[in-house]
């Protein structure tokens, strides 16, 4: 009787697991994003409807982090799962276009392929900024397609690199002749993916340019043309330094328009409820950059910018919505970008390969709460760590700083005098982790 009893119910179990197909997943990364800059997150400025109702379908998260304050870092992490550090420290700020002989190195291992290996077609429509020639490609990292630029930036109407290139892609080959507001355009070449693969499981990675410089909304003149070199006029044309966020608005409102059309083309073609959706963003903004640049992005409550390690540089939105399957909330847990590739990993069904992440399958479908632990940050000379509330801030050879997040979420008050016991424990937490760390990029 009792065994009759299991194979009922494993019959009964039988048809969810056969029915179920491995899940779309399509993760859209704002550049530059400030946690504050979109409605969801508290801008009053900003009008973002469809990202707003992103929200409010998914998961909100508020304590999410970006892996590193700047672009390159950021996206080393999210493709590999791992500390951008293990592969040296050129991956701690951007890539420098100049040096074209850098890049992810070719044996990391990355979502796409692991993805790929499980099946999916595997697409990169937007900003790569991991190298900038074979083989450091996408198309090398186990991207099938790939559209946009490779370099940090460009124009949004002529797609002109900052030393004055063309840098706009299908694959390996320059498409010179693209013409439209680059965030429209990977809007197009997003649905073009999407309905070209909506028979099988996709995984669609849209890293926009949106919000990175030059602040040009879709409305504003191109500045760049090609053969000139704009190192130190990389901003746009801005005719007001003191108050960039009209040029802002129109970016940000272009990418949330951006985020409603693929979310509708998953939707017309019967897709959404059988796709994963992630928006986050790889960095926080600048709230004022030098040359008197002013009102550029809205940090909400936290301190610093990009490019700092303070919260102001890391802390940045990110929704994960799956109708059906993912109960809408907001959630509270201390999450980082890397997190997503075990977690994308389980979801696929893949072999589960080692990473510094953490799989969030289980606070996603259940609200579990994540198990403690300390997460680092390093950028050139300063370093950070976090553990529950506390966060351990050093900046070079300043005095050590120390905060409480929950109390303070602004970092205005360093306990670090007060509080000894847990200096100690995060400076010896962040030395381990630098030598392990260190110890990867050697080899
Ligand atoms: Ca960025």
């Given amino acids: ?68 304050p700047m672009c390159s870092p950021t996206r080393a992490a999210t493709l590999t799962g791992l500390y951008q550090s293990r592969f040296g420290r050129s991956f701690e700020s951007a890539l420098n276009g100049a040096e074209r002989e850098a890049g992810l190195p070719p044996a990391a291992f990355t979502i796409a392929e692991a ?13 790569w900024h991991l190298g900038y020639d074979a083989p ?45 507001y680059t965030t429209d355009l990977i809007t197009q070449h997003s649905v073009d993916f999407i309905e070209r693969h909506q028979k099988e499981p996709f995984f669609l990675y849209i890293p926009h340019l949106a919000i990175h410089f030059p602040w040009q909304g879709p409305e504003d003149p191109p500045h760049r043309t090609k053969g000139n070199n704009y190192l130190k006029d990389k901003w746009g044309i801005i005719a007001d330094r ?59 409550p936290y301190r610093g910018q990009k490019a700092t390690l303070y919260e102001g540089g890391h802390r940045v939105p990110a929704i994960i919505s799956w ?8 959630n509270d847990d201390t999450v980082m970008t890397f997190d997503l590739f075990p977690t994308l990993q389980k979801l696929a069904g893949c072999e589960t390969t080692e990473t510094d992440g ?17 997460l680092f940050w390093r950028m050139k000379n300063d370093k950070a760590a976090r553990h529950g509330p506390w966060k351990l801030v050093q900046r070079g050879k300043r005095p050590v700083e120390l905060y409480h997040l929950t109390d303070d979420p602004g970092e205005s008050k360093n306990l670090a005098a007060g509080n000894p016991e847990v200096v100690q424990k995060l400076t010896q937490a962040l030395s381990d982790w630098e030598k392990d760390v260190d110890a990867s990029a050697r080899q």
């Fill in 136 to 180: 450091y490609l996408p198309n090398q990292q186990g991207f099938d397609e790939f559209r946009g630029l490779l370099s940090g930036d460009g124009d949004f109407h002529t797609r002109i690199d900052r030393l004055g290139n063309e840098d706009w892609w299908e694959n390996e080959v320059l498409q010179s002749e693209a013409e439209g």
């Fill in 1 to 68: 009787m009792r065994f009759l009893i299991l194979t009922l119910s494993l019959l009964n179990l039988a048809p969810v697991t056969a029915l179920s197909k491995p899940p779309n997943i399509v993760l859209i990364m704002a550049d530059d994003l400030g946690y504050g800059d979109i409605g969801c997150y508290g801008s009053k400025t900003n009008r973002t409807p469809h990202l707003d109702k992103l929200a409010a379908r998914g998961i909100r998260f508020t304590d999410f982090h970006s892996n590193g």
């Fill in 115 to 127: 993805l790929r290996e499980q099946g999916y077609a595997t697409g990169m429509v937007g900003k």
């Fill in 242 to 300: 003191s108050d960039v966020s009209t040029h802002v608005k129109a970016m940000v409102e272009s990418l949330d328009l951006s985020v409603g059309e693929i979310v509708s083309a998953l939707e017309t073609r019967g897709l959404r409820e059988n796709t994963l959706l992630i928006f986050t963003s790889d960095n926080g903004g600048y709230r004022e950059y030098s040359g008197g640049f002013k009102n550029i992005s809205d940090m909400g």
């Fill in 358 to 374: 953490l799989d969030l399958s289980d606070l996603l479908f259940e609200s579990t709460k994540l198990p403690d632990r300390t």
């Fill in 323 to 330: 109708p059906g399957k993912i109960t809408p909330s907001q």
